[in-house]
């Protein structure tokens, strides 16, 4: 069964400067087809795509790449339809979503022996219903979006952090 998850209403979550440890995955591209349902109560669909790889740090000394690392991405009150990792489906044993740790999990052993990947995720939202004003959300008729600094988890898995980008 697919992930899923609808909004939750507890307060924010707090993250340190000391919970952060270096990200072992860089993200390459990333690119988003929104397609809005405008109709009161519409839900939306999203699609994202991510061209990710390890950073160096996770290759050892002699070049090679290390003990392959989970994929582990932020997110937060989505309703997932599909993942797929290089065009394929994801098994479900390959794939683990966590509601109360707001993540979505790419197990190592889907990523062995790749040098880089490219996951696309299916949402759905209905930005209407999100009244938390981050993420996509539609504020009296007018659609929105607010990513700044931890806003885009809301609108697909991601490495949803300061710092964390796509090269330009």
Request: hydrophobic letters at 40%; charged letters at 25%.
């Amino acid at each position: 069964e697919t992930p899923s998850k609808k909004a939750k209403v507890d307060g924010p979550k707090v993250i340190r400067r000391e919970d952060y440890a270096p990200l072992p995955f860089a993200v390459d591209h990333i690119s988003l087809v929104v397609r809005l349902d405008v109709a009161p109560g519409g839900v939306c669909q999203i699609v994202s795509t991510q061209t990710l790889r390890p950073l160096k740090g996770s290759i050892d000394d002699s070049g090679a790449s290390a003990q392959p690392k989970d994929l582990v991405l932020n997110a937060e009150a989505l309703d997932i339809q599909s993942v797929k990792l290089d065009g394929a489906e994801l098994a479900p044993g390959l794939l683990r979503y966590d509601a109360e740790a707001e993540t979505l999990t790419v197990l190592a052993a889907a990523l062995e022996g790749k040098e880089a990947w490219m996951l696309e995720c299916i949402m759905t939202c209905t930005p209407a219903q999100n009244l938390q004003f981050q993420g996509l959300y539609c504020s009296s008729g007018i659609y929105c979006t607010q990513c700044e600094a931890e806003g885009f988890r809301r609108i697909a898995p991601s490495l949803d952090r300061p710092g964390a980008r796509a090269p330009p």
